[in-house]
């Protein structure tokens, strides 16, 4: 990002953003990138976290795995109404329909009830967010690092479900959808960044 960019893209307001995609897309590194680009707190996604630490969703059961969708929904949401409150801008590794595309790609849209306030609460809470990121799968290898599945079909799949989701209950939110052939983590965010200017 060059200067002119910089001071550009922070004219209006600081910028509110969710970068999104399957995992292995880039997500984290741009997320990270963008914001200490645009001076703006990250919102980090807390699946990883836990991963990282040693969480076995295999050993959680079904209403274990449920209450984590519900759990790192609700953080999420924390940190990014603090951030609103703050008035000091963001950008969020993941946006909020990640939570309900989780919540039925783990099978629980068979509870009705519940699944109607999980699309209420996360499409609702698309309002806090000025643009959606949406990382393309397959621009890049798929690293096994131990955390995510390698498996790029199980990718593909939450992919496609998370994509038909935004296209669906995103409105007027602006939807980023990054080019497959923009790879790099500056050119990604130039790229970005660009379009931001563009914004009214």
Known sequence: MNE?????????????LAVTGSA????TTLATHLAQALQVPLIP???RARLESGLDLHALGRDGLRDLVCTLFDEAMA?????????EGFVADRCTLDFLAFWLFYGFGTDDTATSRMVDAAAAALV???AVVVLPWG???????GVR???PWLQLHYQMLLEGLLARRCGSLPLLAMPE???GVQARADWILDRLVEAP
């Open 4 to 16: 002119q960019q910089s001071g550009r893209s922070r004219q209006r307001q600081p910028w509110r």
């Open 24 to 27: 292995g897309v880039g997500k």
């Open 45 to 47: 996604e807390g699946m």
């Open 79 to 87: 940190h990014t109404r603090a951030a609103v409150t703050a008035g």
């Open 128 to 130: 806090h967010y000025d």
């Open 139 to 145: 621009a890049i290898p798929l690293a096994d690092d």
């Open 149 to 151: 599945t390698a498996n």
């Open 181 to 183: 052939r923009v790879v």
